[in-house]
């Protein structure tokens, strides 16, 4: 038998030429595992003297996700939002659920089904006055933080663009590239004046910043 080296198609004896491919026919596939079993290192190889095998080795560590700033206003906006959502479908499928107990209303329900579904309204009710109280503690918040982010506005503006660290940066380079390292600056230099800071608040301001210095420039 002879084989298609492209597309792996089995031809009988006598065929030489896979006619899809218009490529010559091979007596034997060579799959994918055979090929990494028959890898070898050169005997005269050197390794660099910083090479670690664990590199390659060891599956390298996923970054964690960027997280997309929301303001005190947006979180407390969604979060209120979210709770009378909850407490509006909660108190209308416990109303109706009362009503299906009482006879009022015939629901298509056994006893066991209506007395789940009634739990499970009163769950959301209970959720919806829980994210009122969660609200109400956040609005009381928004004017600190809210403050907490003009500190850091107004230090970067004063200190922290006249740090000597920026004189390291080498411009001459792409602008993408200068792009992220005046943000790792940028965050690096905030991270250690305001350690407390969130960590998308820091990325939100470090991208503000970079966008105030390139249109500026």
């Known amino acids: 038998m002879a084989w298609c080296p492209r597309c792996k198609n089995e031809y009988v004896e006598g065929i030489t030429h896979c006619p899809d491919c218009d490529v010559d026919l091979i007596d034997q596939l060579v799959t994918e595992s055979e090929k990494e079993e028959s890898l070898e290192i050169p005997e005269d190889y050197i390794f660099p003297e910083d090479f670690d095998p664990r590199s390659?080795?060891?599956?390298?560590?996923?970054?964690?996700?960027?997280?997309?700033?929301?303001s005190p206003q947006e979180r407390y906006a969604d979060l209120k939002?979210?709770?009378w959502t909850f407490l509006l479908m909660g108190g209308a499928g416990l109303v109706i659920m009362i009503l299906g107990w009482a006879g009022v209303l015939r629901l298509p329900l056994?006893?066991?089904?209506?007395?789940?579904?009634?739990?499970?309204?009163?769950?959301?009710?209970g959720i919806g006055i829980v994210s009122f109280r969660n609200a109400g503690k956040l609005r009381e918040n928004i004017d600190a933080e809210n403050a907490f982010t003009d500190s850091v506005i107004q230090w970067y503006h004063t200190e922290g663009q006249k740090s000597?660290?920026?004189?390291?940066?080498?411009?001459?380079?792409?602008?993408?590239?200068?792009?992220?390292?005046?943000?790792?600056?940028?965050q690096q230099l905030i991270k250690e004046q305001f350690p407390q800071i969130d960590q998308a608040l820091?990325?939100?301001?470090s991208d503000d910043f970079c966008e105030e210095d390139f249109s500026a420039s």
Not at 169 to 175: I, V
């Open 56 to 70: 390659v080795l060891e599956p390298k560590e996923r970054p964690e996700p960027a997280r997309l700033y929301k």
């Open 81 to 83: 939002s979210s709770a």
């Open 110 to 125: 056994a006893p066991f089904a209506l007395g789940v579904m009634t739990a499970l309204f009163a769950a959301f009710v």
């Open 164 to 186: 000597p660290a920026w004189n390291a940066l080498n411009t001459d380079q792409p602008e993408e590239l200068l792009y992220l390292q005046k943000s790792e600056l940028i």
């Open 202 to 205: 820091l990325e939100k301001l």
